[in-house]
C-alpha cells in the first residue's frame, strides 16, 4: 500500500492504493500522460477499451434519471469471452473503507463502541503488544488514519508469501501479523498517513465490540438499511454474483489476477460492489440521508488534514476538484481501479471501475477519470 499522494494541481489525486506490491508514491502530474480524445461519455468507454483496458464501467449520476449515463465495454472475463456489464461486480479495495467507518458510527450510536476511546480494549492479544500503537491509538484515529500505525502491505515478506501461496486464503489475523514488531510512523494523533493496518485493526475492533465478523457488521448496519442489494463483503456474507475477473499488465502481457489472494475480503479493502450501488452509498453519505443520516453525520463530521484534503471515517473531503467540492474515495489493488465522488453542489457523483492496472494501465485509468470529470464537470454550473 503506498500513501494517499494528492495533487497540487487543483484537480484530483490519485487513487489510494490496496493490496499492490510495495512501491514510492507516485508524483501527481498536472495532466493526464494518456491524450484522450473523447468528445462525450460514450466516446469516452469506447476509447478506455481502445487504448488497452480490458473492460470499464462508467456511471454519472445525475438528479433526475434523464439525465443519467451508465455504460459497460470490454470484458470481463477474457479466458471466457465475458462481457462485462453495468451491474458487474467490483472488487472495489480501499473504498471499502468508506463502509467500515460509516458501520463504525452506527456502532456508535448503539453504545456498543465510542470512537474516542482507546481501541485496545476491543483487540486480541498479541495484536496490541505486538503493533505499536495499537494500544493507545483510539478507533476514530485508526478510522481517519492519524494512528501512525505501520501499513502491514510494506512488509516485503506479506508479498513473499503472496507469491509463495497465491490462492492462500487470509484470515484477518494471519495478514495483520506483518505489521508486528513494526517501527510506528508517529505517535497517534500527531500526523496522517494513510494505513491499511489501521482498518484492520478496526475490523478487529468491531468483531470484539459485537461478536460478529467485521463483514457482518457492514452487512447489517451499512447494506441492508441503503439496500445496496447487489453489494457483499468477499467471503462472509452471500455474495450476489461473479466477482469481474482483474488484469495486471505489471509484466507487460495482462495476467488474470481473479485467483490470486492478496487478501481478498479483508476490511481494508474486502467489499464487493457494483457502479450504482456505490453512487447509492456515497450519496447517502455524503448528503446524510436516512435512514443513516445520524451515523453518516459522525462519519462526515471532524475532519482531519490530510494535505490537500480532508479526511473522516474512511471518507475524504476536496475543496477543489475541477473547481467543485467533492467527496469520495478511490481504491487499487492488482487488477482493479476504482474512482467514486460525490459533487454536493450539481448533486451529482461519478463512479468508474476498471479490471486492468499497473504498467501503462494505471496512466489509462488516470487518463479517463479526469477526462470522465471534466466531460461532467465543465460547464456543469
Known amino acids: ?222 447494506l441492508e438499511p441503503l439496500a445496496l442489494e447487489a453489494s457483499f463483503i468477499e467471503g462472509q456474507t452471500p455474495a450476489t454474483g461473479a466477482i469481474v475477473h482483474g488484469y495486471s499488465a505489471a509484466d507487460g502481457d495482462l495476467r488474470d489476477m481473479f485467483s490470486v489472494n492478496t487478501g481478498y475480503g479483508l476490511p481494508d479493502g474486502g467489499v464487493v460492489s457494483t457502479a450504482e450501488d456505490l453512487s447509492r452509498f456515497l450519496r447517502a453519505l455524503a448528503t446524510r440521508a436516512e435512514p443513516l443520516r445520524a451515523a453518516s453525520t459522525l462519519a462526515t463530521s471532524e475532519l482531519v488534514d490530510a494535505g490537500d484534503d480532508r479526511y473522516g471515517l474512511g471518507i475524504s473531503r476536496w475543496p477543489d476538484i475541477k473547481g467543485y467540492e467533492a467527496w469520495g474515495h478511490g481504491g487499487n489493488l492488482e487488477g482493479y481501479a476504482s474512482e467514486m465522488y460525490y459533487f454536493p453542489a450539481l448533486e451529482t457523483s461519478i463512479v468508474v471501475l476498471v479490471n486492468g492496472s499497473d504498467g501503462e494501465l494505471d496512466a489509462t485509468f488516470d487518463a479517463v477519470v479526469d477526462r470522465a470529470l471534466t466531460l461532467t464537470l465543465e460547464g456543469a454550473g
Open 1 to 222: 500500500m503506498i500513501r494517499w499522494p494528492l495533487s497540487a494541481c487543483g484537480e484530483r489525486p490519485r487513487v489510494a492504493r490496496l493490496l499492490v506490491a510495495p512501491a514510492l508514491a507516485l508524483a501527481v502530474s498536472c495532466g493526464p500522460a494518456v491524450a484522450l480524445e473523447a468528445s462525450n461519455h460514450d466516446e469516452l468507454v469506447d476509447e478506455a477499451v481502445a487504448l488497452g483496458l480490458p473492460g470499464i464501467i462508467l456511471l454519472v449520476d445525475r438528479p433526475g434519471d434523464e439525465d443519467d449515463f451508465l455504460a459497460a465495454r470490454g470484458e470481463a472475463d477474457r479466458s471466457a469471452g465475458a462481457p462485462m456489464t453495468p451491474d458487474a461486480r467490483f472488487r472495489i479495495a480501499s473504498n471499502s473503507k468508506s463502509f467500515v467507518g460509516l458501520a463504525a458510527a452506527q456502532l456508535e450510536l448503539e453504545g456498543l463502541v465510542q470512537l474516542d476511546a482507546p481501541a485496545a480494549q476491543w483487540l486480541p492479544e498479541p495484536v496490541v503488544s505486538r503493533i505499536e500503537n495499537a494500544d493507545a491509538a483510539t478507533l476514530r484515529q485508526l478510522l481517519n488514519h492519524t494512528a501512525g500505525t505501520f501499513d502491514y502491505l510494506e512488509n516485503d515478506d506479506f508479498w513473499a508469501e503472496v507469491d509463495r501461496d497465491p490462492a492462500r486464503a487470509w484470515t484477518l489475523l494471519d495478514a495483520i501479523a506483518f505489521a508486528y514488531d513494526e517501527p510506528a510512523e508517529f505517535a497517534p494523533g500527531d500526523g496522517w498517513a494513510y494505513s491499511n493496518t489501521n482498518y484492520m485493526l478496526a475490523g478487529l475492533a468491531l468483531e470484539g465490540a459485537t461478536g460478529q465478523t467485521w463483514g457482518e457488521v457492514v452487512r447489517g448496519r451499512v
